[in-house]
Structures are given as C-alpha cells and as structure tokens.
C-alpha cells in the first residue's frame, strides 16, 4: 500500500507541475516563452514544432483536449530535459562546445552534403540542429 500512496503522490505533484506551467502559459499569454528552467527559456515555437512533427502523419485530427495533453507533454519531456542537461552540467558530464563541434563535424562528414543542405532548407531546421547538438553531448 505504501508505493500505491507514492505513485499518487508524486502523481499529484507532477499534475500539480503541470498546472503551474499552465496557469504560468496562460498568464504570459502575450509571451513566446512556455517555462524557464534554470534560466534557459523554452519557446512555445519549440512546442509547437515538436507538436507538428508528432502529428503531421497523423489522418484523424486531434480532439482539442488531445492536443492540450499532447503539448503539455511535450512540454513536460523538454523540462525534464533541461533539468537533466542542468544537472549532467552541475556533474561535469556535458561535452564541452568544442567537443560537440569537433563530433558533429566527423558526423557532417559521413553525411552527403546534398542531404545536409536539404534538411537546413526545413522549416525545423533550428529544432534540427538543436536536436543534433544535444544527441552529440
């Protein structure tokens, strides 16, 4: 019974978290930030680019109360990752810039450029390279 009262607790929390990131969405609402963690800001655009690629697919369109869950979702896994980037940061476990340029540019080179070029040209392209960057650390 213990971990039952756990579970519910931090499910509580976590939907408590969630409501504050809302309530915290929908008072700013004239702002393009969704949350800041640590400091570093997550942009509603990033939200909205992860939400469109997750759907684009997709041939039943989304209930208006899916696509609310489905975005705070999204919003709640780029949280989680700051957190986490934060915290590999406080531990000494991030790959420097220049690690991750020197990576990336053995990586460019196993890529033809014709593709390289075509996937910049995306409308994603800044969720793109921001993606990369953070696979290679």
Do not use: W
């Not at 041939?59 to 609310?68: F, R």
């Not at 489905?70 to 896994?77: G, Q, T």
């Not at 990752?81 to 531990?91: D, T, V, Y």
């Not at 790959?95 to 040209?121: F, H, M, W």
């Amino acid at each position: 019974m213990e971990l039952n009262s756990k579970k519910k607790c931090c499910l509580l929390g976590l939907t408590l978290l969630l409501a504050g990131v809302a309530a915290s969405c929908a008072k700013n609402a004239g702002s393009d930030v969704a949350a800041t963690v640590d400091g570093e800001k997550i942009y509603r655009a990033d939200v909205e680019r992860y939400f469109q690629n997750q759907t684009s697919g997709s041939n039943q369109p989304l209930s208006d109360e899916q696509a609310t869950g489905l975005r705070l979702s999204i919003l709640e896994n780029l949280i989680e990752n700051q957190i986490l980037m934060h915290r590999a940061g406080k531990l000494g476990l991030l790959a420097s810039d220049e690690e991750v340029d020197r990576r990336q540019k053995k990586y460019d080179r196993l890529i033809p450029t014709r593709n390289l070029r075509k996937g910049c040209r995306s409308e994603n392209s800044r969720l793109t390279t921001l993606s990369a960057r953070s696979a290679v650390r």
